[in-house]
């Protein structure tokens, strides 16, 4: 009797499980988006820098105006950028705009809504409360603080907030390197001539993209015969690189030669075949230290197993979790028949309601080789192994693509 097929979940985390974060490197803040941060980003200054002014108005002390109006003094200004250097006394007001430093003395704002100006003096036409549109010194974040804590993927809101505590380059992950190399006699690359019984290549193209967009470099090994020697060759190349990412040649037949021609240079195989649709054919093992996930040659199969096999791979050699793909929810907009002993990922697009759950309708043809459905698609929709019949209006678990 055949063992059973390994699980989506047990199979990601032998992945994981298996590979350790690549080294890191210092980059300049401009280059760090999409990078992983590996250091803890800690403020080299406070912010605000001083207590500063939230409105426009006037700088003045509580006390002078326990009640309204009263008039004090005008002894000077503060802008951003120009603050005013002297104390503020009994009686007497600071003219402050939006950003300025609150100067010495002074414990409220007025805003100048609620003020007249009268030259030399300003009438306060309602009572300051100490602290009043006041912004204290270091009320986002001190000098030392940790405002990111590594590892962390980086969005343009971290950047925003690395350049404000002052940090011009950080450290990160170095890219993972990864190998794309496609198989078989019936592919070539694009733009070569078609000769007859052959296809375009279009899985190295799309996994080196998948991989630049996931933070790593895509190395590309071109396309290689259904020829065991060969891909040896090509294989052995690839050792110097973080991982090998194949596509086609592993499934069962007599020219899926990935596997064996791999054992027989010391191949040792964490899996192949795990219960999924599509993408059943997966591999993965390492040939000596070198990491090596094998994907179906079916576009839909690589691109898919990509999605929930090698994005987290990509995570995991950066330094983060390599946590599955996030689901959410979405209502189905057709009935579907109950599913069998695999997990089923239905190419769908997705319409928006307002205020409401997307629907969710797969396409009719599932093919795993209609590569144009994928990229049509909006979503994933997941069936687990076994599911029952489910209904129009029903809610299902997707992945957003």
């Known amino acids: ?130 602290g009043r549109h006041i912004r204290p010194g270091g009320q986002d974040f001190r000098k030392g603080d940790v405002v990111l804590t590594s590892p962390k993927r980086l969005n343009a809101r971290d950047i925003g907030v690395i350049a404000a505590v002052n940090l011009p380059r950080i450290t990160v992950s170095r890219r993972p390197v990864i190998g794309v190399l496609s198989t078989g006699d019936e592919v070539v690359p694009p733009g070569d001539p078609i000769a ?15 991989i630049t967009a996931h933070g790593g470099e895509p190395f590309d090994l071109g396309v290689v015969k259904d020829d065991p020697k060969a891909l040896l060759r090509i294989a052995e190349s690839a050792k110097h690189l973080d991982m090998l990412v ?72 950066q330094g983060l979790a390599g946590d599955a793909p996030p689901v959410s929810a979405a209502r189905l907009a057709v009935d579907l028949k109950a599913n069998d002993n695999r997990a089923d990922h239905l190419r769908a697009r997705l319409r928006y309601e307002d205020g409401a759950l997307p629907v969710a309708t797969p396409f009719q043809k599932q093919d795993s080789a209609q590569i144009a459905t994928l990229a049509h698609a909006d979503a994933l929709i997941l069936r687990a192994p076994f599911a029952p019949p489910a209904q129009a209006g029903d809610i299902v678990s997707i992945i957003l693509l």
């Not at 195989?269 to 795990?274: E, M, P, R, V």
């Open 246 to 317: 194949t596509s086609g040649g592993v499934s069962v037949g007599d020219y899926d030669v990935v596997k064996g021609a791999l054992s027989a240079a010391g191949f040792k195989a964490g899996f192949h075949k795990i219960a999924m649709r599509p993408g059943k054919p997966l591999l993965y093992g390492r040939l000596h230290t070198l990491p090596v996930l094998g994907l179906p040659g079916n576009p839909v199969s690589a691109m898919i197993c990509a999605a929930l096999f090698l994005g987290p791979a990509l995570a995991r050699l």
């Open 1 to 130: 009797m055949a063992a059973p097929l390994l699980l989506i979940v047990e199979a990601r985390k032998l992945i994981i499980d298996d590979l350790a974060p690549v080294g890191t490197e210092v980059v300049k803040l401009s280059e760090a988006l999409g990078r992983t941060l590996r250091a803890d980003a800690v403020a080299q200054l406070s912010h605000p820098p001083a207590d500063v002014s939230a409105m426009d108005g006037y700088a003045v002390r509580a006390a002078d105006s326990p009640t309204a109006p009263q008039s004090l003094r005008v002894i000077g200004e503060s802008a951003a950028g120009h603050p005013f250097r002297e104390t503020v006394g009994a009686g007497e007001a600071v003219r402050i705009f939006t950003g300025a430093f609150v100067p010495q003395g002074a414990d409220s704002i007025v805003i100048q809504e609620d003020t007249e100006d009268g030259g030399a003096h300003v009438l306060i036409k309602e009572a300051p409360e100490v």
């Open 196 to 210: 007859d019984g052959q296809i375009v290549s279009s899985n190295g193209p799309a996994l080196s993209a998948f």
